[in-house]
């Protein structure tokens, strides 16, 4: 199992502004897991949840129990790099993890899901008969609405991207983003989705490290 607890929020975080829905981030991620679960995303299974006792504010304490999903993380994943018979990264399964990769995310963002924290190590990779099979996690900040708006989904995109490890080739990046759009060529559209992910990841790596 995972535990993951929250505590010591503040002042500002618990009375302000005027909540009026006193939710705990665990409660909020709950939720969460339990919607994306019915809509057919691979996320990790919700065991328990509990929150300390509040009034008119979010509780100062709170966690979440779930499920563990074995694996490394989709950073280390793609770091490492797939190894075939000849010794060497296979440009068809790098391919094939580029194209389920964009096809997850595609669908994640079609569903009017934005996750807001989606970096490469908040995917665990657990074993498949392909190259893995990519699973959500921390899901406490997303939201669901539509349509989602496209300042939301560059967010995504950048955070995903700016988290890949340096091995991960500009080919490989662009293979990804047209897999995402549903195209076969870069036209102007993926070009323009393209000047937009990347202004965002430079703003984004002006306010923090690069993950991990």
Request: hydrophobic share 40%; aromatic share 10%.
């Amino acid at each position: 199992f995972f535990l993951k607890r929250h505590r010591g929020l503040a002042v500002t975080e618990r009375f302000f502004p005027f909540r009026l829905c006193s939710t705990s981030p665990a409660r909020m991620e709950w939720d969460n897991h339990v919607i994306m679960r019915r809509s057919g995303f691979d996320v990790p299974s919700p065991v328990a949840v509990g929150e300390s006792r509040s009034t008119f504010a979010v509780p100062a304490e709170s966690f979440l129990i779930t499920r563990e999903v074995k694996g490394p993380n989709l950073h280390d994943v793609l770091r490492d790099g797939v190894i075939g018979d000849s010794g060497s990264r296979e440009a068809s399964v790098s391919q094939a993890m580029m194209r389920d990769l964009a096809g997850l995310i595609r669908r994640l963002h079609s569903s009017g899901f934005i996750h807001r924290d989606l970096y490469c190590v908040h995917l665990i990779v657990a074993d498949d008969s392909r190259w893995g099979r990519p699973y959500l996690v921390d899901l406490q900040r997303v939201e669901q609405r539509f349509p989602p708006r496209r300042r939301w989904l560059i967010k995504d995109l950048a955070a995903l991207l700016h988290s890949l490890p340096s091995n991960v080739s500009r080919t490989d990046r662009l293979r990804f983003l047209k897999f995402y759009l549903g195209k076969t060529r870069v036209d102007p559209s993926v070009k323009r989705w393209a000047r937009e992910v990347v202004n965002k990841q430079v703003r984004m790596a002006q306010h923090q490290p690069k993950y991990p």
